[in-house]
């Protein structure tokens, strides 16, 4: 009956599955390759996780800012003016701060108190009341140069030119001279080539003097507390940047919005943050100032927190915020 030809079952033996199409089971084997994929799915989920963890409390991933590189000549100086006309949002720390920590990088720097509350001068430890001579003798008087009243301070590489309440005379006596608006630009431009930036601390109101201010400067920061309002009076400012940009400077450029006073353990904060982001974007810094008791403490003491609490998360935010700084300097040339 059978004839084993074609179409016929084959003999049983070849029912055997080849092995090349399935080996004989191996646990050991199975496991092997149970415990590849595990790993990778680990690997990917860290990778993941890592990546939320660079998102900066701005909510970008934060770039690297390498230490810039050693200069080999100084000058001549970007002029940055650090305003808000709020007060208490850390236009003075900032400057002192910032200042203290470019100079740390090996920048010559500049540091301009031009509030009549001397605050910036008091946070660097002199004693404004104690002048002869201060940023009112120099816009007023036309023999005194910037060098009549230049200090040096702790920091290597870093200058300032004090004030006293006596500046607030000056707002009023400068209305009437030609060129108002450029009087602080004039004063400061023979001292451009010695230093690599000036800072110009300003008074907490849009001003003559802040004027001045703007009008001496190419690019602003302007530093915004993490707190309700924080937007408030931005618009204001807003406009005020663009008529001195229309009328006296048509370089001015705002160089930042600086999110000071953050407290990372408050929902609050954290929206305020984020709304300050979607109102401004790219030109929020990556680099976030938080709320920190050290810094009313270096008032005291007189002197930066880069000298007085070194290794603190308030210095090591300000050396960021440097490094920053100067990185959009490079992008923007
Ligand atoms: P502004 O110059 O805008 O008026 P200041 O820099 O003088 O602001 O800051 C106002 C007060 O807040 C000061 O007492 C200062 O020490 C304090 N301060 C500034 N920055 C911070 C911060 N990040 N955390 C806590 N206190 C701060
Ligand atoms: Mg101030």
């Known amino acids: 009956m059978s004839t084993n030809g074609p179409g016929d079952l084959p003999p049983d033996d070849l029912w055997t599955v080849p092995h090349a199409v399935a080996p004989p089971a191996d646990p050991a084997r199975e496991a092997a390759e149970a415990a590849t994929v595990l790993a990778n799915a680990a690997a990917e989920a860290e990778q993941i996780a890592a990546q939320a963890a660079r998102l900066g409390p701005t909510g970008r991933p934060v770039p690297r800012f390498p230490d810039p590189s050693p200069l080999a000549s100084h ?25 203290a920590a470019l100079a740390e990088l090996g920048r010559r720097v500049l540091l301009v108190d031009f509030d009549p509350q001397g605050a910036l001068s008091v946070g660097l430890g002199v ?58 630009g004039r004063l400061l431009a023979p001292v451009l080539p010695d230093y690599d930036l000036v800072i110009i601390d300003c008074q ?89 008791v050290r810094f009313p403490e270096t008032t005291v003491v007189g002197e930066p927190i880069t000298t007085y609490a070194s290794t603190s998360p308030g210095a090591t935010a300000y050396r960021q915020l440097a490094r920053e700084v100067l990185a959009r300097e490079v992008t923007a040339r």
């Open 75 to 99: 000058g001549p100086a970007r002029v940055i003016a650090m305003c808000n006309q709020k007060g208490g949002v850390g236009k003075t720390t900032t400057t002192i701060n910032l200042g």
């Open 127 to 184: 004693n404004p009341h104690e002048l002869d001579r201060t940023v009112y003798n120099l816009v007023m008087e036309r023999d005194v140069s910037v060098d009549d009243i230049l200090l040096k301070t702790n920091v290597a590489g870093l200058d300032l030119l004090p004030s006293n309440i006596d500046l607030s005379a000056a707002e009023v006596q400068l209305v009437g001279e030609v060129a108002r608006e450029q009087t602080l």
């Open 204 to 292: 907490p109101s849009l001003g003559l003097l802040t004027v001045n201010a703007l009008t001496a400067a190419d690019s602003v920061i302007i530093p915004l507390e993490c707190e309700f309002f924080a937007l408030r009076g931005v618009a204001l400012l807003m406009d005020t940047l663009q008529k001195v940009q229309e009328r006296l400077n048509p370089q001015l450029e705002v160089e930042g919005i600086l999110a000071t006073m953050f407290d990372a353990r408050t929902l609050h904060s954290r929206e305020v943050l984020s709304r300050v982001v979607e109102a401004f974007g790219d030109r929020v810094f990556h680099t976030v100032i938080a709320r920190t």
